[in-house]
């Protein structure tokens, strides 16, 4: 079911629609375009904000000033002084330190980045531990079975 457009409005070729050239603003007057230049030579199609001639990203200044505080709030700094660990050796111990960096993530004291972090390395270190116990205890037999095939040969 396709609804009617306005006097203003377009339809896009993904089916959707947006506005022509001659926006409307929230009042019902004409919209201002921004005045800006794209990396392409183009006008800029933003409006223009706050009765400026330009849009937020072409407003001197703006533009690093909002992509400063997005990449500040995406930032991730380690306190001066971590907690220091000692890495876990065995499928038990590990078991008990992703619980206990779960219990921190739920908990809000641990960064979900942190968590992720903690997880990818933990199946890592759950493959190495396995890993590592089965050619101990293959060496373990072996040399067990090297024992008693000497035993046998007295």
Same mark, same amino acid.
């Given at each position: 079911?396709?609804?009617?457009?306005?006097?203003?409005?377009?339809?896009?070729?993904?089916?959707?629609?947006?506005?022509?050239?001659?926006?409307?603003?929230?009042?019902?007057?004409?919209?201002?375009? +921004?005045? *800006?230049?794209?990396?392409? /030579?183009?006008? +800029?199609?933003?409006?223009?904000?706050? *009765?400026?001639?330009?849009?937020?990203?072409?407003?001197?200044?703006?533009? %690093?000033?909002?992509? %400063?505080?997005?990449?500040?709030?995406?930032?991730?700094?380690?306190?001066?002084?971590?907690?220091?660990?000692?890495?876990?050796?065995?499928?038990?111990?590990?078991?008990?330190?992703? %619980?206990?960096?779960?219990?921190?993530?739920?908990?809000?004291?641990?960064?979900?980045?942190?968590?992720? +972090?903690? /997880?990818?390395? %933990?199946?890592?270190?759950?493959?190495?531990?396995?890993?590592a116990t089965f050619e101990s205890r293959l060496?373990?037999?072996?040399?067990?079975?090297?024992?008693?095939?000497?035993?046998?040969?007295?």
């Amino acid at each position: 079911m396709s609804r009617s457009r306005g006097p203003h409005e377009k339809q896009s070729r993904g089916g959707g629609v947006w506005l022509s050239g001659n926006d409307v603003d929230e009042c019902g007057g004409e919209a201002m375009k +921004c005045e *800006g230049v794209t990396a392409k /030579g183009k006008r +800029c199609r933003a409006r223009a904000v706050g *009765g400026s001639r330009t849009c937020l990203l072409h407003t001197p200044g703006e533009a %690093a000033r909002l992509g %400063a505080r997005g990449g500040r709030a995406r930032s991730f700094r380690l306190p001066v002084e971590g907690e220091l660990i000692t890495p876990p050796t065995t499928a038990l111990s590990l078991r008990d330190f992703v %619980a206990e960096a779960l219990a921190k993530v739920r908990g809000g004291t641990m960064d979900v980045r942190i968590g992720n +972090c903690v /997880g990818q390395l %933990a199946s890592v270190l759950s493959r190495v531990i396995e890993s590592a116990t089965f050619e101990s205890r293959l060496a373990a037999l072996e040399a067990a079975e090297k024992m008693r095939a000497s035993c046998h040969d007295r």
